[in-house]
């Protein structure tokens, strides 16, 4: 499974931004995949994930209600379209892809045993 990350740049606060992951060798509808992302200094943190089966999607409080992650599963491709970003959503983001994932292991970054390479996102204020 190679994964391959873009959207990110830098932005104003208030403004949206869209990522997109693109997976190719994926097999399995009981997949998931995630969205982590690493502050300057700070560890990576969970954003999102969603299964690929019945798309079974989870936040983190932080980013609820202004990111939407979404999959399409035709193209292979998972999005993160993020909204209202704000300077503390500045970080590398990363797309991350697990096998088998159930449903109260999504947060997790031992989940996802394949990672993208990181888009940088950076809001001024």
């Known amino acids: 499974v190679q994964l391959v990350e873009s959207g990110g740049g830098l932005v104003q606060a208030g403004a949206s931004l869209r990522l997109s992951c693109s997976t190719s060798?994926?097999?399995?509808?009981?997949?998931?995949t995630a969205w982590f992302r690493q502050p300057p200094g700070k560890e990576r943190e969970f954003v999102a994930a969603?299964?690929?089966?019945?798309?079974?999607?989870r936040y983190a409080n932080s980013v609820k209600d202004r990111f939407t992650i979404s999959r399409d599963n035709a193209r292979n491709t998972a999005y993160l379209q993020m909204n209202s970003l704000n300077p503390e959503d500045t970080a590398v983001y990363y797309c991350?892809?697990?096998?088998?994932?159930?449903?109260?292991?999504?947060?997790?970054?031992?989940?996802?045993?394949?990672w993208g390479q990181g888009t940088q996102v950076t809001v001024s204020s």
């Open positions: 969603i299964r690929w089966s019945g798309g079974t999607t």
């Open positions: 991350g892809y697990g096998s088998r994932i159930i449903i109260s292991t999504m947060t997790l970054p031992t989940s996802y045993d394949y």
């Open positions: 060798g994926r097999t399995r509808n009981s997949d998931a």
